[in-house]
Nanobody, 123 residues
Framework: QVQLVESGGGLVQPGGSLRLSCVASGFPFGFPFSTYAMNWYRQAPGKERELVAG????????NYADSVKGRFTISRDNAENAVYLQMNSLKPEDTAVYYCNARRRHFTNYTYWGQGTQVTVSS
């Protein structure tokens, strides 16, 4: 079964940086990792889950929430079945659980989620 495993979260001071990683496994031959759009979502206590960043399967197009533009960068390595989120200039409001998401909708409706990794930005 498809599995997404995040890592790289932790406690960081305001202005610091973290790099989140998500490694995928278990994709069937007919629907490999390289055919999925990959996304990072986050959810803070008491708030709705929000899309932070997304990248298409080929990696040429990305999108970001306005709150993280210029600070976060999403990238992927299809050879390694991995997606990354480089987070710079972190702010306390970035504190949340960050989730890796894989989505394929063309002829399918497949969505997979990782277990989440906690990011806490605090002095």
């Amino acid at each position: 079964q498809v599995q997404l495993v995040e890592s790289g979260g932790g406690l960081v001071q305001p202005g610091g940086s973290l790099r989140l990683s998500c490694v995928a496994s278990g994709f069937p031959f007919g629907f490999p990792f390289s055919t999925y759009a990959m996304n990072w979502y986050r959810q803070a206590p008491g708030k709705e889950r929000e899309l932070v960043a997304g990248i298409i399967s080929a990696g040429g197009y990305t999108n970001y929430a306005d709150s993280v533009k210029g600070r976060f960068t999403i990238s992927r390595d299809n050879a390694e079945n991995a997606v990354y989120l480089q987070m710079n200039s972190l702010k306390p409001e970035d504190t949340a659980v960050y989730y890796c998401n894989a989505r394929r909708r063309h002829f399918t409706n497949y969505t997979y989620w990782g277990q989440g990794t906690q990011v806490t930005v605090s002095s």
